[in-house]
């Protein structure tokens, strides 16, 4: 069984800050990790995925994850907020092998403040 | 590359009667696609996979009879909505994963929002 802890519903930055949202994840098989970001009324975009090669993923908009095998954890950062960043982020894992569904995180929303 | 579009991207109904929500993968194919539910500022519940050619595969809960769904072609999966009711209202989603060994990601559509009055 697999599932994703987004800790933190609401995150609020300033411009400028650091941004960093947490996601924790359990699975019994080795995870394939995933961002993505929804700006409202909007689909899901891919923001960066790991799938077993690198452990510091980069991905689009300056972000970035780090995958912690040890703390089962691959949390979001990005070194500097931008006002356009505000938006709903999901962690998400699905089991490595081809086609397997995802779960999703209950998601954080980013706010970015002036 | 890799673009998923949904039809309509809104619809409003009238309590019982059907709705149906199309999900194109625009330029590639897709043997499998998911079709996913999300309430107002929560986050995406899956209802089913849809595999081409062969019957979609439900999550626990979801009512087959009433979420139709129909994956004709490598880049077509539609969502019928039966006898709708105002609480299916809700944000519809779907995504596609191509065709390619090793190929993880799926690629979302940018939703449909249905409204049963």
């Known amino acids: 069984a697999q599932s994703v802890t987004q800790l933190g519903s609401h995150v609020s930055v300033s411009e400028g800050a650091l941004v960093l949202l947490r996601c924790n994840y359990s699975?019994?098989?080795?995870?394939?990790l995933f961002w993505y970001v929804q700006y409202p009324n909007q689909g899901l975009q891919l923001l960066l995925k790991y799938t077993s090669a690198a452990t510091l993923v980069k991905g689009i908009n300056g972000f970035e994850a780090e995958f912690k095998k040890s703390e089962t954890s691959f949390h979001l950062t990005k070194p500097s907020a931008h006002m356009s960043d505000a938006a709903e982020y999901f962690c998400?894992?699905?089991?490595?092998?081809?086609?397997?569904?995802?779960?999703f995180g209950a998601g954080t929303r980013l706010a970015v403040h002036p | 590359g890799a673009v998923v579009s949904q039809h309509p991207s809104r619809v409003i109904c009238k309590s019982g009667t059907s709705v149906k929500i199309e999900c194109r993968s625009l330029?590639?194919?897709?043997?499998?696609m998911f079709w996913y539910r999300q309430f107002p500022k929560k986050s995406l519940m899956l209802m089913a996979t849809s595999n081409e050619g062969s019957k979609a595969t439900y999550e626990q809960g979801v009512e087959k009879d009433k979420f139709l769904i129909n994956h004709a072609s490598l880049t077509l999966s539609t969502l019928t909505v039966t006898s709708a009711h105002p609480e299916d209202s809700s944000f519809y989603i779907c995504?596609?994963?191509?065709?390619?060994?090793?190929?993880?990601?799926?690629?979302f559509g940018p939703g449909t929002r249905l409204l049963v009055l």
């Open positions: 998400a894992v699905s089991g490595s092998g081809g086609y397997n569904k995802l779960i």
């Open positions: 330029d590639f194919q897709a043997t499998t």
């Open positions: 995504s596609a994963s191509p065709f390619l060994a090793f190929e993880e990601t799926q690629y």
């Open positions: 699975s019994s098989v080795p995870p394939y």
